[in-house]
Nanobody
Framework: QVQLVESGGGLVQAGGSLRLSCEAS????????VGWFRQGPGKEREFVAT????????SYADSVKGRFTISRDNAKNTVYLQMNSLKPEDTAVYYC??????????????????WGQGTQVTVSS
């Protein structure tokens, strides 16, 4: 059973930076794309970024493009989300997730079968 554990969230002022980590254990990681999603207060969960199994392909939501960078270290079974120039509207619980099907990519949350417990990111104005 795949387990994902996020870390790195916290409270930061607008314009600041945070790096989130997502460490996987208990299952295959290297052949699967991994995504970051977020759910802000009173909002539905939304796609943030995703990275292919090799790290060679990435995709971002328009709202974070140019500010966030997703990367992965398959030797450490870890995916990262570097978040720069944070805005109050980035405040949310951030989740990482692994896709259900190996060697595929996509942005729909329904295509991701394993989820972490989430880490809170709060950006103050």
């Amino acid at each position: 059973q795949v387990q994902l554990v996020e870390s790195g969230g916290g409270l930061v002022q607008a314009g600041g930076s945070l790096r989130l980590s997502c460490e996987a254990s208990g299952g295959t990681f290297i052949s699967y794309a991994v995504g970051w999603f977020r759910q802000g207060p009173g909002k539905e969960r939304e796609f943030v970024a995703t990275i292919s199994w090799s790290g060679g392909s990435t995709s971002y939501a328009d709202s974070v493009k140019g500010r966030f960078t997703i990367s992965r270290d398959n030797a450490k079974n870890t995916v990262y989300l570097q978040m720069n120039s944070l805005k109050p509207e980035d405040t949310a619980v951030y989740y990482c997730a692994r896709r259900r099907t190996a060697l595929t990519v996509g942005t729909r949350s329904s295509e991701y079968g394993y989820w972490g417990q989430g880490t809170q990111v709060t950006v103050s104005s």
